[in-house]
Nanobody, 128 residues
Framework: QVQLVESGGGLVQAGDSLRLSCAWSGHSFNRLMLGWFRQAPGKEREVVAVISRNGGHKFHSDSVKGRFTISRDNDRKTVYLQMNNLNPEDTAIYYC?????????????????????WGQGTQVTVSS
């Protein structure tokens, strides 16, 4: 099975930056599609960013586009989320997720149901 471990969260002030990391391990290859999701109190879990197996295709949600950047290093088996110009609305638990499935449609790539592997999350808190 694949295991995911997030790190890099913390408490920052508005305008600051953070870089989240998620290392994957297990009986797998590097054919994992990876995503970052977040969930704030009282809200549904939402997609933040998704990156394809080779890193050639990326998706960023409208709320973070231009501020966040997803990337991956398959040699290190790590996916990153660089978060710049953070604001209090970014406060949430951030989860990384992975799937080994072939997901051909764009909406399904962004859905939580598409991902069978999840990390435990890392808290990001942005003060005003």
């Amino acid at each position: 099975q694949v295991q995911l471990v997030e790190s890099g969260g913390g408490l920052v002030q508005a305008g600051d930056s953070l870089r989240l990391s998620c290392a994957w391990s297990g009986h797998s290859f590097n054919r994992l599609m990876l995503g970052w999701f977040r969930q704030a109190p009282g809200k549904e879990r939402e997609v933040v960013a998704v990156i394809s197996r080779n890193g050639g295709h990326k998706f960023h949600s409208d709320s973070v586009k231009g501020r966040f950047t997803i990337s991956r290093d398959n040699d290190r088996k790590t996916v990153y989320l660089q978060m710049n110009n953070l604001n209090p609305e970014d406060t949430a638990i951030y989860y990384c997720a992975a799937t080994s499935r072939s997901i051909l449609t764009r909406p399904l790539r962004l859905a939580t149901s598409a991902y069978e592997y999840w990390g435990q999350g890392t808290q990001v808190t942005v003060s005003s």
